[in-house]
């Protein structure tokens, strides 16, 4: 060591590179971790379903999905019933939420005037913030009445007798059922389509709607011939986004499905969804099977959201690909 | 040149079709909205603050139950945040370009909507099996696990905002890199990353389903996270589906609360983004 | 920044710091500090469990959080451990019991009451018969004017609709007592659902608890269910009365119901394994229940086991009066005391 001066760079020396640097790495292993936790605690959810679902799963083979016998006494237990109740009820939800929340988007990009489109957009998301459980109460005590009064025996006598759609709409009309969570879950649903549909469109290139404008076509025809083929795979992302939302929901579709292991025809009937049957019957299941069996309904709704929302993400990516965004 | 009569037909019934489908949109908002303020704003009186939720039919409140779902909610935010922005952080930040952080942020946006029920679940046979008992703690890990996608996704994107030349003159000035995040990147993102969290509790704050078998429910006063607790959802859902005419009063006036809680956080959010952005 | 840092553990620690003096706590309803337990179970007592647990809860501090759940339920999880008591309304057989080291003892007796909503008929108006019901629940009878209803109840009003049924979702005590008397008065029924504490309903709603049940009985119209009489009672619900074995229709009372429950044969049911459904007797109800209450024989947690058996002495002993106000029949003195021996021997 000489005993040079003090020169500048001594002075304005960062840290010692090795502090800086072992702390570096032990914040990239934290954040890293934090990322790897994420992951984990996907595989770990999958795994325990399929773990605890185990023993459904050896003891009925492929007759649980196809069964519709669940029987807690004899400890027969076929998932039929909740399967078709959640995939009927998702199905009404989307049919009632496509067509609306389309509808909603092509009103806020062109029909609305400028000044109301950030006020009913921002009104259209609430409908999203909106606790499920409201959703529910609202509908066993509002909705369900409202239905039971002035809807379903409408629906029930004129079209209960005809040829095709006649068993879909039978049955006491009681206000709880099969329609009534569809349109529930439909409601719920609106927002989530609605918004992506929104970005969606308003994002579509000015000079393709305008030459398209400029080609004569009408406010329908941008829509349908330049709009929707441009945003195709968006829209359809945002359907399976909802799709995944109306297959997990619980507590809405518990007040006012009814809760009954039953197979029907008819949307006026009541029945069951794989979460309302959980959530209903969990904390009383005293036998394995039982239990095994609820867990394994846990695992069959798990997989296919994790199927639905996969390909959700997937078509939502490539649009954000195509729109020029690094995420 | 006029448009010939079928594609003007076309085009008003889309115009008609649109306008009604907001409509509807806007009309099941407010009756929703309106039904929850007329039952709910007629059942809320002082007591709801001050007593404990009541047998049936005697009155009461619902105090215990706005307490344990506070303190589960604040476990969860414990819980969920910092595992929530260090994982944000990793896939803004160090893994920007690596496999791990793309598949994790993949799987991040699928845990985001994956149902809250199965999550229950998961805790139940993880914790609740194990240990013996339902808990607070039990269900402040499941909307714990449902609030960190939440925030990671918040996280992530807003730490993507910021741009890279704020983290180049970090590194100009010699800083190590996890001074850059630490004290440039979370000054310059803290608003958003509080908006994640905000918007994260609004959420958890009306989940049920994954209480049902966690944190279950408790009749009286109890700050003991360790054993059965009240919480908000599930005394709304007992009470809206049991008979009696004060429960179900009761039950209007929880709804009224929470939804109002939750739209409040959201005005909230929003202020806050827009102040963010000046 | 930092503020944020330090701001979390903190709440942490508060957090912490209240469930340590969580039990000491000051609280609204009164009292002074005491233990916690928890129990889970029949629906059909909770209006009287509920009512004797806040009298209690005053009176010495001690919280039984007590959660409405089903029969079901009440068993599962006691069996699992995770609550420190179960109630449920159809006994164990004493292999299961054994199975699970449980001891079982009867707490209270109730009646169980088809309930209706339909425009016109008030409380007790309607008559109404074991195989009718029956036949009502399979889907044999459709409509509320049906001829075999029609027949016993002349001058009623009956209006042509649907009937909706309701049935429990969950399993239920309620249920086995109701369709054990099912069994016994119509062959048809015995033959398909049978009895338990759940079955395979045909059609209809299922509500969650005796108060979901309620509940849609009363906001659905021309429904009918069958609930704990508590339940109709706290509720101005409109019944119907029911015929017994001895051919009379009797009027759902703590008189029918107790008349029912004096037949029961106590002695001689081991571990209480005892249904009292299709009680004999001109003035007895046909479907009076007992609800059993279930207790580890070598508890985990001995502190909690004992308060919890100090509870049911209580209730037993001193929680006639508010059991009456709600049309429960309170069990006979010399049970009473039958039942706190079995208890003391059973339970270490």
Known sequence: ?327 | MAIPARRRAADITAFVFATLATALGLIFLFWILWMTLRQGAAALRPSLFMQMTPPPGASGGILNALYGSAMMILVAVVIGTPIGVAAGTYLAEHGRHTRVAKVASFINDILLSAPSIVIGLFVYELVVRSAGHFSGYAGALALGIILLPIIVRTTEESLRLIPDTLREAGFALGLPRWRVTRQIIYKAAMSAILTGILLGVARIAGETAPLLFTALNNQFWSADLNAPLANLPVVIFQYAMSPYDEWHSLAWAGAFVLTAFVLILNILVRLLARKGRK | MNKIFLALPAAALLVACGSQSGNQGGNAAGGTSGTQVTGAGSTFVYPALSAWATDYRNQTGTAVNYQSIGSGGGISQVEAGTVDFGATDQPLASDELAKNNLAQFPVIVGGIVAVVNVPGIDAGKLKLTGPILADIYQGKIKNWNDPAIVKINPGVNLPGSAIATVHRSDGSGTTFNFTHYLAQVSPTWKAGPGEGKTVNWVGGVGGKGNEGVANYVKQLPNAIGYVEYAYVVQNKMSYALLQNAAGQFVVPSADSFAAAASTADWKNAKDYNLVMTNAPGANAYPIAATTFILLPKAPKDKAKSDAVIAFFKYALEKGQDQAKKLDYVPLPSDLVGQIESYISQNVK
């Open chain 1, 1 to 327: 060591m000489n005993a040079t001066a003090i020169t500048n760079e001594m002075i304005e020396a960062p840290a010692p590179r090795k502090s800086g640097a072992g702390a570096d790495r032990a914040f990239e292993w934290i954040t890293a971790g934090a990322a790897w936790f994420v992951l984990l605690l996907l595989a770990g959810i999958a795994l325990s379903m399929a773990w605890g679902g185990r023993l459904a799963f050896e003891t009925f083979g492929w007759r649980f999905i196809t069964s519709s016998d669940w029987d807690a006494v004899n400890g027969k237990f076929g998932a039929l019933v909740p399967i078709y109740g959640t995939l009927a009820t998702s199905a009404i939800a989307l049919i009632i939420a496509v067509p609306i929340s389309i509808g909603i988007a092509l009103f806020l990009t062109d029909i609305a005037p400028r000044w109301t489109r950030g006020p009913i957009a921002i009104a259209i998301e609430l409908l999203a913030a909106i606790p499920s459980i409201i959703y529910g109460m609202w509908g066993l005590f509002v909705f369900a009445p409202f239905m039971a009064t002035h809807v379903e025996p409408w629906l029930a006598d004129h079209l209960g007798n005809k040829a095709l759609v006649g068993p879909l709409f039978s049955g006491p009309p009681i206000g709880i059922g099969m329609l009534t969570a569809g349109i529930v879950l439909g409601i719920m649903v609106v927002p989530f389509i609605a918004a992506v549909a929104r970005e969606v469109f308003s994002a579509v290139p000015p000079p393709l709607r305008e030459s398209a404008i400029a080609l004569g076509a009408t406010r329908w025809e941008v829509l349908r011939s330049v709009t929707l083929p441009y945003t195709r795979s968006a829209v359809i992302g945002a359907i399976f986004l909802g799709l995944g939302r109306a297959l997990g929901e619980t507590m809405a579709v518990t007040f006012v499905l009814g809760n009954a292991h039953d197979l029907s025809l008819s949307l006026l009937m009541p029945s069951n969804s794989i979460a309302a049957a959980i959530a209903n019957e969990f904390t009383e299941a005293d036998t394995d099977l039982y239990r095994s069996s609820l867990i394994a309904l846990g695992f069959l709704l798990f997989v296919v959201t994790l199927i639905v929302l996969t390909i959700a993400k997937l078509l939502l990516m490539r649009v954000n690909r195509q729109m020029g965004r690094t995420s």
